[in-house]
């Protein structure tokens, strides 16, 4: 199954 | 002291109506760049990016860099009470904790204002860089729309494909499965009809439907969309808004556990 990712595993907070 | 006046009112209408189910509350940014904003879903797994550039407006005066936090559910409501016809002028002074929104209509025979509260948000910026896509596809912003609909009748998610073939939309729910294949089509009439893929590697990745039904709220912006994907990275779903700028919705990738 697959899982829903989040942004912030992609982009870095400002 | 900030004076935006946008003699297309109905761009700002359609741009609120496609963004406020996906937010609640965001921060728009204004600068001499222009009139932007960036916020998450409340999930935080999608994003949309605005930008209203300042020569798409008749007058733009932004003395000072400025944050404004709003409701997008009551920015909409005014904004319905605008006509479509409308010129919309967004004021507000600095440090003020509010915002008006005067309507005028073309034949300047009724102005109305509208003043809104602002409210603190305490938002989270992401840092979104460039990136080079595997894949582009750019396509009718109604057929996609119609694609997002049509598979959200059968499943929760969308595989979205690339590859020399073509562009294939794909889903697998209770009741059975769907694939929908467009192919490039550049010798159509009209550009805005044609479908175009720029693939540098094939691309397939999976999203969940519901946010991208919730993106084509964006289509009356625009008759054409631009999907850009890349294996690993969130899809980025951009509509552009003619001699402005654009919104952009981006989304988090399903992946294996």
Request: a negative charge; hydrophobic letters at 40%.
């Amino acid at each position: 199954a697959k899982k829903q990712s989040k942004l912030s595993a992609f982009f870095t907070m400002r | 002291m900030l004076e935006l006046r946008l003699v297309q009112g109905s761009l700002l209408k359609k741009v609120l109506e496609s963004i406020k189910e996906l937010v609640t509350d965001a921060n728009f940014d204004c600068s001499s760049t222009g009139f932007s904003l960036q916020a998450m879903d409340s999930s935080h797994v999608a994003l949309v990016a605005l930008l209203l550039r300042s020569e798409g407006f008749e007058h733009y005066r932004c003395d000072r860099n400025m944050s404004m936090g709003m409701n997008l559910n009551n920015m909409a409501k005014m904004l319905k009470c605008a006509g479509n016809d409308d010129i919309i002028t967004i004021k507000a002074d600095d440090g003020g904790d509010t915002v008006t929104f005067m309507f005028e209509s073309p034949t300047q025979d009724k102005i109305s204002d509208f003043e809104m509260k602002l409210m603190d948000i305490d938002s989270e910026h992401l840092g979104i860089p460039e990136a080079e896509y595997h894949a582009i596809v750019k396509m009718p912003s109604s057929e996609f729309a119609r694609i997002c609909r049509d598979l959200s009748s059968i499943g929760d998610t969308v595989v979205i494909s690339v590859t020399k073939e073509g562009v294939k939309f794909s889903t697998k729910g209770d009741i059975g499965s769907a694939n929908i294949v467009c192919r490039q089509n550049t010798s159509v009439d009209k550009p805005e009809e044609a479908t175009v893929i720029d693939m540098n590697e094939p691309v397939s990745l999976t999203f969940a439907l519901r946010y991208m039904n919730s993106f084509t709220k964006a289509t009356p912006l625009s008759n054409t969309v631009s999907i850009s994907l890349s294996n690993e990275l969130p899809v980025v779903v951009e509509y552009k808004i003619a001699e402005m700028g654009y919104v952009r919705f981006y989304l988090a990738p399903k992946i294996e556990e």
